[in-house]
Nanobody, 122 residues
């Protein structure tokens, strides 16, 4: 069973950068699509980005396109979310999830991490 564990969250000023990591100890990690979602206080959990297990397909939410980059290193069982030009509206708890299909639909992901807080101040 894949159990994602996020790290790399923190507090930055607007315009700054952070890189989130999502590690999984299960060797089957490389066969899963990995997605990033986020949830701000009082809001629904929303899609951010996803990457197919082959890393040949990625998809982004319009709100982060051009600023965030998702990637993965299957040899390290780790996925990444590089976040640049951060804005206060990016403030949220960021969750990593593993699934079989590279979609933006939460229910298509089977395994979820505990989340990591990202706070962007103006």
């Amino acid at each position: 069973q894949v159990q994602p564990v996020e790290s790399g969250g923190g507090s930055v000023q607007a315009g700054g950068s952070l890189r989130l990591s999502c590690a999984a100890s299960d060797p089957t990690f490389s066969a899963y699509t990995m997605g990033w979602f986020r949830q701000a206080p009082g809001k629904e959990r929303e899609f951010v980005a996803t990457i197919h297990w082959t890393a040949g397909f990625t998809k982004y939410a319009d709100s982060v396109k051009g600023r965030f980059t998702i990637s993965r290193d299957n040899a390290k069982n780790t996925a990444y979310l590089q976040m640049n030009s951060l804005k206060p509206e990016d403030t949220a708890v960021y969750y990593c999830a593993a699934g079989r299909i590279a979609t933006e639909i939460r229910d298509d992901y089977d395994y979820w991490g505990q989340g990591t807080q990202v706070t962007v101040s103006s």
